[in-house]
């Protein structure tokens, strides 16, 4: 081991291994893993090391095929067997909701070129003879389904990592961590001090000391986990190829074939936390004793549907812990506030995203820049909350029983809940709202006015609380809609330095005083790195506003991209408001004469224009108020101190409900929004997209010089790009959208769905699709979108069906 390193990996799992490796594929070989024991020594060795591609994030989805499709690469180039077999593997469903589902399911994975398929029970019995066909009606097969070895597949990325330069140290646990004077961290080891210039964190079963050593909290915690071994089983015995793997969705057990065995492994619903805090220093490499009484109710489900394991002999139990987040996906990337210091932990699913995991890393550290959209996975995705033990326990506990449950667009899930409240939480609650939650914090999303009893059953179709979206649509376009804006994050950004700073992070010019922008920000390929808006309250004082759970994210842009000499001299200060300040968004026609009722100040239009702002008494509060809205309604964000936010509630109900004003939650607001085709971070803004495939390059400021992304993007100036951003109807009168399902002309695929609802004032269910250029330019004919798995005839909207020429929105 050297004394220096460009980077030091911490563990040698699937994880560490596959970040050394593709660290030395983009040419940096200055660096070391650094493992504790042997290789495999955490979770990895006792993987039953399954992999596929399906994952209910797309872009998490498309890592997991780069992953499946990098083992015989890596084969080849190690010279190390990674025991890769790959018969696919059948979901099925034993249930029509279930069946509904993985049609729905298939058509989006149709999007993502993944090319699973649904097949009929007589063709799983047929691939499958141990699985009874009482009750199936069918599944989805996934061609890249199959298993590897844990040890070759882990060997094969150290040697291949080796060859190309890299050092592996083993049996040499790190001890501590502290940031080194001249930057980067000193490493104490077991053999011994270490500088790196970077230091990623893949400790798995570890991790949430190993953050500990820095002082981070990584909301993340080990769980149990069984699998059985079974001697053979004469139905395989017969066969001359290996049978598909089984994942039973409604039975809690996945099957894949094990020599002439089979594997069985269990989510049960009842599931154990062990070691919340991170596995002992000591932990060899042992399994737990197993607990077959707790999931004796799943593993009988997985006998009724493979009865062949009723008598078959059990070669081995396996109880093993591994890593899980509150949503299940990993923690990658910079860390927050801690520069070069990396997080790459948190995996549950290894071999289907452990090469990923390496390329995402590798690619941020060499390039500055991931590649891809990988916020699924982000690391910045969770904010300090997430990290509570409990919380961490319920979320996770959640996520893993209901590992093969399928959710519904309307559901909202219990875990960790209530946690953050905004003061008029109680209120809202007692007018009927029901809560959904962002990054924490309780949102509503509709009133179920008067209806104290009212439940919404889970449903992939329209749901029952659609008429209570209906009246809040209605009330917006004909009075007011007031909504809790809470989930919005604000930033104050302030100094002598904040004009010129902002001017070169935001792609748009700054407004003047009083004034409010639009202000897209680019990464430097020239891609979206956000869709904020900015308002100057003074010189040298400026509000951000973007997507509440972006917080860290964002943050982590905004540090990275401060010069040093703004943070030596303090000229640049960047405070974060999205606690301490809350808003409502007050909407509709009526919005000027109940907000006029509650204020001295002027608030025609010719005192406060169109995207203007003003500081004035709102009620018994002093707010700042915006004229803008995200309805297409004439309306104002009225924020205040959070302390105050229950009071501006009061008042604006006060005033608002003689006027026919409703409380509206997210679900109407959606609804508005796609009337006026109005994107929104994450579904229609992200940062695989471009400025000019999405709209946004029309605020883009060309001229006012240099800024983040800039020359990229003028490159795309003027250029067709291959898809852009429309807005469809759909003929359907049952089900909307749910997201992005694919997009046909005359039965060809041409782009896909980005978010969709029921326009409830212009009677017609609406969606946001990226659409070939191409398909556009011949007039977008024969357009359909597959709902539900079913194909339904579909509109180009040329012309918004709200309000076309924005009249109300500036009235
Ligand atoms: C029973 C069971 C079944 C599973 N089945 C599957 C499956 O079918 N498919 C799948 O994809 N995944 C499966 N998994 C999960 C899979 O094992 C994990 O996703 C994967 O192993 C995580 O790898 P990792 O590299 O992140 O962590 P780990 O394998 O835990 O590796 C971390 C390494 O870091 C080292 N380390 C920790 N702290 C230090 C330190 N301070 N200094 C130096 N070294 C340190 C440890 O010794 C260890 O070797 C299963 C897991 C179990 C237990």
């Known amino acids: 081991m050297k004394t220096h390193y460009r980077v030091v990996v911490i563990g040698g799992g699937i994880v560490g291994t596959s970040i050394l490796y593709h660290l030395t594929r983009k040419g940096w070989t200055d660096i070391a893993l650094i493992e504790r024991a042997e290789l495999t020594a955490g979770s990895t060795w006792h993987a039953a090391a399954g992999f596929h591609a399906l994952n209910a994030d797309p872009n998490v989805a498309a890592l997991q095929t780069y992953t499946i499709n990098l083992y015989r690469e890596i084969e080849k180039e190690s010279g190390q067997s990674v025991g890769m077999h790959m018969p696919g593997g059948y ?44 009750g199936l009606l069918g599944g989805l097969f996934d061609p890249h389904e199959g298993a590897v070895d844990p040890h070759g597949t882990t060997h094969a990325f150290a040697i291949a990592a080796r060859q190309r330069g890299a050092d592996v140290v083993l049996r040499n646990r790190v001890l501590a961590i502290a940031p080194h004077p001249g930057g980067g961290w000193r490493l104490e080891t077991e053999q011994g001090p ?56 409604e039975g809690f057990t996945y099957l894949q ?51 062949c394991l009723q008598d078959a002999g059990i070669r081995k139990w396996v109880n093993g812990a591994f890593t899980f987040t509150p949503d299940g996906n990993p923690l990658v990337g910079p860390v927050p506030g801690l520069k070069h210091f990396w997080s790459a932990c948190g995996c549950m699913s290894g071999f289907s995203q452990g090469g990923a995991i390496g390329l995402v890393i590798a690619n941020w550290m060499v390039d500055g820049d991931p590649g891809m ?9 969770y904010g300090a909350f997430a990290s509570n033990d409990r919380y961490l326990r319920d979320t996770t506990a959640q996520f893993y029983r209901r590992r093969f449950v399928m959710a519904y667009p309307n559901e909202e899930l219990p875990a960790g809940r209530p946690l953050k409240m905004t003061p008029s939480y109680d209120a809202q609650a007692a007018a009927g709202a029901r809560f959904g939650v962002v990054w924490g914090t309780e949102s509503p999303q509709y009133y179920a006015t008067n209806e104290p009893d009212f439940v919404d059953p889970p449903s992939a179709r329209r749901a029952d609380c659609h008429r209570f979206v209906a009246a809040e649509v209605a009330a917006t376009r004909s009075a007011a809609g007031l909504l809790d804006a809470g989930v919005y994050a604000r930033y104050e950004v302030t100094g002598r330095g904040a004009a010129a700073w902002l001017d070169g992070l935001l792609a748009n010019s700054l407004p003047t005083e009083g004034r409010v922008r639009l202000a897209p920000m680019l990464a430097p390929s020239g891609k979206l790195m956000g869709d904020l808006t900015v308002a100057r309250l003074g ?37 974060n408001l999205s606690e301490s300040w809350l808003a409502f968004s007050l909407s509709g026609p009526k919005s000027r004469e109940i907000l006029a009722a509650l204020t001295r100040a002027d608030v025609s239009t010719a005192a406060l224009p169109f995207l203007g702002i003003s500081r004035m008494d709102v009620g018994p509060t002093q707010a700042v108020v915006v004229r803008m809205s995200l309805t297409g309604e004439l309306g104002y964000e009225i924020t205040v101190p959070a302390a105050q936010q229950r009071a501006l509630w009061q008042a604006l ?34 940062p695989s997209y471009t400025p000019a495939m999405s709209g946004l ?50 039965g060809e695929r041409v782009g896909f769905v980005t978010s969709g609802t029921y326009g409830h004032h212009v009677k017609q269910s609406l969606a946001l699709a990226y659409v070939d250029s191409a398909c556009l330019a011949a007039g977008a004919k024969d357009l359909s979108v597959a709902i539900i798995g079913q194909p339904r005839p579909a509109r180009w909207l040329r012309e918004l069906p709200y309000d076309p020429k924005g009249t109300r929105l500036r009235a």
């Open 91 to 134: 979901s099925i469903a034993t249930s029509p909701q279930r069946w509904e589902w993985l049609q729905a399911e298939s058509a989006i994975y149709e999007t993502l070129g993944i090319g699973a398929r649904l097949v009929t029970p007589e063709e799983i019995v047929a691939e499958c003879p141990i699985v009874a066909p009482e």
């Open 697 to 746: 390059d029309k605020f883009i400021a060309w001229d006012k010089g240099e800024f983040i992304g800039r020359a990229a993007a003028l490159q795309q100036r003027g250029k067709t790009p291959d898809q852009q951003l429309v807005l469809l109807s759909i003929d359907s009168h049952d089900a909307d959208v749910l997201g992005r399902e694919p997009v046909f002309s005359a």
């Open 539 to 575: 010189p040298e004082q400026f509000w951000l506003v973007g997507s509440y759970y972006l917080q860290e994210w964002h943050q982590r842009w905004f540090h990275e991209h401060l010069p040093a000499n703004a943070v030596a001299s303090g000229s640049v200060q960047i405070t």
């Open 194 to 249: 270490v500088i790196a210039e970077h230091v990623v964190n893949a400790a798995g079963l570890w991790a949430r000391r190993v953050g500990n050593m820095v002082g981070l909290d990584l909301p993340l915690t080990p769980m149990s986990h069984h699998y059985l071994i079974t001697e053979d089983l004469p139905a395989l015995l017969a066969m001359d190829h290996e049978m598909p793997c089984v994942t039973d969705l």
């Open 373 to 381: 959209d990988i916020f699924g996975m982000d690391v910045a995705r």
């Open 653 to 686: 109900m006060a005033a608002g409900t003689p006027q026919g004003m409703l409380p509206i939650g997210m679900r109407a607001q959606d609804s508005l929004r796609l009337e006026k085709a109005y994107g929104v971070w994450s579904l229609e803004f992200a």
């Open 257 to 307: 074939q094990e020599r002439k065995g089979v594997i069985l492994g269990v989510y049960e619903r009842d599931p154990r936390h062990w070691k919340v805090e991170g596995a002992d220093w000591d932990y060899g490499m042992d399994l737990l004793p197993e607990d077959i009484d707790r999931i004796a109710p799943e593993l009988s489900i997985g006998f009724e549907r493979f009865p």
